[in-house]
């Protein structure tokens, strides 16, 4: 039986880089394999939200009773996971395992089988070995989750002051970084990859962290910014959000290794780009911020939260109102962190494995973004030169951009990621533009992920626009308030009128839940900022009627379709209002229907929002009543609120607000209109 531990029954691979700290000449096992796949699938369940209570069940009745998730939504390639790099690492240790048990049948099963005394011997060892192994992997994984629970558990300061250090040396063997502690300066502690060096002071009584400095080998000093953001998470004991910075740090460096390329480089040439285009859109308009986060192409920032360079591309009217803008500009322009941005939609840019060869542009470079007095004959050569579209642009002039072609520049397996915080609601249509504009759909389901296939329990874009109004958001509690019988009732201040509002869609709309966007260059990144600011004007449009504060637990009924009678303004009870919802392939359209309630007649709205500037354009349709079509766009695309637009149409129609007939200042001042901003709000 000795034929068994012969050294051919395994197969020797060295453990890629970024991946565990063991021994890199250690021979795999298939229970090792095994193993492997298994932490591969746990961690995309984890990262697609996937537990056993979120798990699709065939039995549709309980289904229907069970709340809801948006899981389905993110299953596909610009979900929250590298389905290309899950699918190219499960199918690797899929063929590892299969070499090894080749192997084994073309050597020791054969030899056994020359021997019959050896057979029967074998086949029991075999099966005894098996039941040792899975014995003692149990153990080691259960040993490892009481470890990782005990170091989540214990409060940093108070129970065992260290804690914090050993979470961290535990996050570093995860990443595949070496962590030494050195008994000559006790107070500091040092992460260490190939390119860079992450070194934690600490009080060496107290253990509290003082301070985290970050180098990069090719680099002369350090990187504030970097070292303020790790330091500010680790004092405050965020070790998720280290977790994840570090995380990034060291996808960089072990990529390096693999294929020789400075991605810390090729990112920060992107952090360049996103600050020259801001302080050209800046001074183009003149400092107006907001109209450079909701039409150009959006605010630059750097190590907010995240490592890297980052863009606030949009925001709720709201919020634009609400800031004082003149000393944000100005700290921002400067690089100074502000707490406003947390409650912007930003992506993030970093870097990720990808199925495809991109190249990228030499370690001494700046900039993708091509500079005015740059001499373009020089270049083409290595680069191909390309021009954006200027058109809703709010630079006078068109950017050009280099593109790497040349054979000598650095090229690998890997693509820029924009990371999406908050993630995003977008229809199948907007997807699939998202991935043709990232020229990826060839290789994924955009439209139906292969999970969906097997039993489609992705919710409609409905559903997930007002998941957060249901209390107890089951799929029969969501179409159930989705349909044309129930009523979301609001009273807005200084109006007489009961709005009541229905959706009255017969289908509803496909939907994909959006966390990251992989890119191959900067110049995609204003087309994808277009994109989903369309979805979210249509989504927080939509949200304006249907939501928590307008939702009702039980039907409200109405004596008919509508029902608008001036007579009940003559009581003390205001009047109801009845007002229809429909879309048409969202983002696009929006339809409103409401009641004349001056002679029973109806008006119809169609709120058209244009793809090119992401606003909403409004065309009244009504026979018997005048209303102007610029200054109804006017209200709504300063408030973005169909209530509030509608309470100005009664309010006209009633003589409590006149209507003008005429536009009174172009849309783009409106925001500066005190007068109009009264009338509104």
Not at 66 to 79: E, F, Q, W
Not at 114 to 143: F, P
Not at 517 to 530: E, M, N, R, S, V
Not at 547 to 562: E, P
Request: hydrophobic share 40%.
């Amino acid at each position: 039986t000795k034929i068994w531990f012969n050294s051919n029954t395994t197969m020797a691979e060295p453990t890629t880089a970024g991946g565990s700290a063991s021994d890199p000449n250690a021979t795999r096992t298939v229970h090792a394999y095994i193993s492997d796949l298994q932490d591969l699938i746990k961690t995309a369940q984890e990262d697609w939200g996937l537990t056993a209570e979120t798990q699709f069940s065939s039995d549709q009745a309980l289904a229907k009773s069970t709340k809801v998730t948006d899981s389905a939504n993110a299953i596909h390639p610009l979900g929250p996971v590298n389905v290309g790099r899950l699918a190219s690492e499960f199918k690797q240790k899929i063929d590892a395992v299969r070499n090894i048990l080749k192997t084994f049948q073309e050597t020791t099963l054969n030899q056994a089988s020359l021997e019959s005394n050896l057979d029967s011997s074998l086949r029991k060892l075999l099966q005894n070995e098996s039941k040792n192994l899975r014995a003692v992997s149990e153990v080691q994984e259960s040993i490892k989750a009481c470890k990782a629970l005990a170091l989540n558990a214990t409060q940093y300061g108070v129970a065992c002051p260290d804690m914090i250090l050993k979470q961290i040396e535990r996050v570093a063997d995860d990443l595949g970084l070496k962590y030494t502690s050195d008994e000559e300066t006790p107070s500091t502690s040092t992460l260490a990859g190939h390119l860079i060096v992450i070194d934690i002071d600490f009080d060496p009584k107290t253990y509290a962290i003082t301070h985290v400095r970050f180098t990069r080998a090719s680099d002369k000093g350090e990187e504030n910014q970097v070292n303020s953001l790790l330091t500010s998470q680790l004092r405050s004991k965020d070790l998720k959000s280290f977790k994840t910075n570090l995380s990034a740090l060291a996808k960089m460096d072990a990529l390096y290794k693999i294929h020789s390329v400075d991605f810390y480089s090729a990112v920060k040439c992107i952090a360049n780009d996103i600050r020259s285009i801001y302080e050209k859109e800046h001074a183009a308009c003149m400092g107006n911020t907001p109209r450079i986060l909701l039409d150009g192409h959006g605010i630059a920032l750097s190590n907010v939260d995240r490592v890297g360079p980052s863009i606030a591309y949009w925001t709720t009217k709201y919020n634009i109102l609400d800031i004082d803008w003149a000393p944000f500009a100005e700290a921002n322009l400067k690089g100074v962190d502000h707490d406003i941005l947390r409650s912007f939609h930003r992506l993030w840019v970093n870097i990720e494995e990808s199925q495809s060869v991109n190249k990228f542009l030499p370690s001494d470079s700046s900039h993708y973004l091509l500079e005015d007095d740059a001499n373009e004959d020089a270049l083409k050569e290595q680069y191909d030169i390309t021009t954006s579209d200027i058109t809703f642009s709010i630079l006078p002039t068109p950017l050009k951009f280099i593109h790497p072609k040349a054979s000598s520049l650095p090229s690998a397996r890997v693509h820029f990621v924009a990371v999406l915080e908050p993630p995003v609601y977008v229809s199948d249509s907007v997807a699939r533009a998202l991935g043709n504009l990232a020229a990826i759909t060839s290789r994924g389901f955009i439209v139906t992920s292969a999970y969906e296939k097997r039993d489609n329990r992705g919710l409609a874009l409905e559903h997930l626009l007002i998941q957060d109004a249901v209390p107890e958001p089951t799929l029969t509690a969501l179409n159930k308030a989705l349909s044309p019988e129930t009523r979301w009732e609001m009273l807005l201040e200084d109006s007489t009128y009961v709005q009541v509002y229905s959706f009255e869609n017969l289908f509803l709309t496909s939907a994909k839940k959006i966390q990251r966007i992989p890119f191959t260059h900067p110049d995609q990144l204003y087309g994808f900022t277009k994109l989903l600011r369309q979805q979210l004007v249509f989504n927080t449009l939509f949200q304006s009627c249907f939501n928590a504060n307008s939702y009702r637990s039980t039907l409200s009924t109405m004596h008919s379709c509508f029902e608008a009678s001036l007579a009940e303004a003559l009581y003390s009870v205001p009047a109801r209002v009845h007002v229809k919802v429909e879309t048409q392939e969202p983002p696009n359209r929006i339809f409103v229907t409401l009641p004349n309630i001056s002679n029973g007649s109806f008006i119809t709205l169609q709120i058209q929002i244009a793809p090119e500037d992401a606003q909403p354009y409004v065309m009244c349709h009504a026979d018997d009543v005048q209303l102007d079509h610029a200054r109804l766009t006017r209200i709504l695309q300063a408030c973005q609120n169909i209530p509030m637009l509608v309470r100005c149409i009664l309010n006209a129609l009633t003589g409590t607000i006149p209507m003008v007939t005429e536009s009174e200042a172009p849309i783009d001042v409106i925001m500066a209109d005190p007068v109009e901003l009264n009338f509104v709000l």
